[in-house]
């Protein structure tokens, strides 16, 4: 029987300790520790919203971004590739179900990474695609076994596409090249392909609606929006857990010049209330996105476009306002919060790494945004969702 959402979060509470533990040794590392995959494994948190075709349970991706922000208390690089790789088992429901059986015949507990900017050189030739180049950012490369790639394919009707490809293990190399400063423990090494054949099944254009393979409705909500979602969740977990360390520092602290509580500080009370405002209004907000493109799959086989644009959005400057709050929290923290083996460094390190991927970016979504509102306003319709 499938474990149900409450259950997946409690199991994500329970291994949050651990996760902490091992935070540490996986920046060393600069990868996931094996027994935090294997943890991840047997908790079933990758078949959330994988097919129920192919063995997973099939919920929402809500449900796993649920689980996800518990997972960023105890380590958010962890969180991170927890989040995109279980995506990535929700992402062969938008395609040909034949994507889905080369992926899992062999392994019923593969698992790919993924770098979807568009790097690589694509050739369309019979049957499929050609690729080469290389690829950057792949979180989580060196626990899987495949690999989805992004490619712009040549311009049709004055239009270039966007359009990613999935290549098992042995048709690529990782280049062990992650030496950063936050998510040091993701493993996002670059990835590189020389021609390797990608058949036509195993491909989907990242702007188009689902191939219609699977009945779930959580197979057509859109691409863009979903992935945005999850890294955006994983900074709303981040911020969570800073705004619980902020709090536990004020309890515990006193002022080494007057000797008063820390906690009594008017100052420290007004941020500690603002913080925690914006914090939970964000989860709110992150929620309310969900709702709405659920809504807007009610009325339509696919998500209107202006609501794609307005949901990314919204999804952004969630994500954006969270590193505000955690930055906020971590000057306020002290110089202890400095120290490595203190939690607030690394949240404040690794979700500003977050929102520097670019799907969340706040330039190209905040102009994407007006373009399609100004757009709406000039043509009397003054409405977007």
Known sequence: MNPTESELIERARALVPKLSERAASAETLGRLPEETVQDFQDAGFYDIAKPSAFGGYELSPEVLFRVSMELAWGCPSSAWCLCL???HNWEPGLMDSRAGEDLWADD???LYSSSYAPFGEVTVVEG???????????????HCSWVMLGGMLPETQGRAEQIALLLPRTDYQIIDNWNVSGLKGTGSHDVLVDNAFVPEHRSHRLLAPSQGAFDSPIYDLPFGNIFALCLCAVTQGIAEAALHCYTEYLGDRVHKYDGQAMSLDPFQQRRLSEVAADVQANRLRFHQVFRVLEQALKTARNVPVDVQVAQSWETQSIAHRNADLVTIL???SGGGSFRLDHPMQRYFRDINAAVSHAFLSVDRGSLQYAKMRLAGSSSGTGRVK
């Open 85 to 87: 790789i279980g995506v």
């Open 108 to 110: 019923p507990h593969a």
């Open 128 to 142: 499929g695609y050609r690729l080469s180049g290389r690829w950057q950012w792949s979180s989580g490369s060196d």
């Open 330 to 332: 971590m000057r306020a």
